[in-house]
């Protein structure tokens, strides 16, 4: 079963928030919604798909700048976030202030996360992957085929270990023991910029090598 997956760029530093949604059963689950939630809403009509979870690859504010606005229209609407990372979602706005960029503050999480665990919506079962090395409790989420890695992996590149809780040496195990093993046809959707996939980062990520 191929789940519908559609990338809208959202927010001030263009984020790639992910609908991701089952053809049966119409449920869908929003990654990273950067900002824009009335862009979100618009294309989840259009698709005729209702969202059951929204899940933050990792608490900085350019990914969860939409948090609020979808929250406060979707009562049922379960966020999820990594433990590691719920210091930086609560501090987002002092981030937001530093780069001079709006920001409206995010409800908590109703889960936090530790890795390993698997979310539903309808007939998919998406698989919590931790990821840390660009902040504490990155996350990458998985299906079968399919990879949203946040700012973990990118086209060619890996995810900024400059921020605080940075850790670069961390980021490179992450991606090779927890990412690179998956099958080379999988695609990987990041957080920003173009698709690649598995085998194309082993072959040709300057970083890995």
Partial sequence: MEPIVRRIPTGPLDVNCYIVGCPHSRECVIIDPGGHGERIVETLGRLDLNPVALIDTHGHFDHIGGNAYLMAGMDSLRLYLHADDLHYLRNAREHAD?????????????????????????????GIIHTPGHSPGGISIYLPGHVFTGDALFEGSIGRTDLPGGDYDLLISSIREKLLVLPGDTIVHPGHGPETTIAEERRNNPFLH
């Fill in 98 to 126: 530093y780069w001079s960029m709006s920001f409206e503050d995010s409800p908590e999480p109703t889960d936090l996360l530790q890795g390993g665990e698997e979310i539903k919506s309808g007939r998919l079962r998406l």
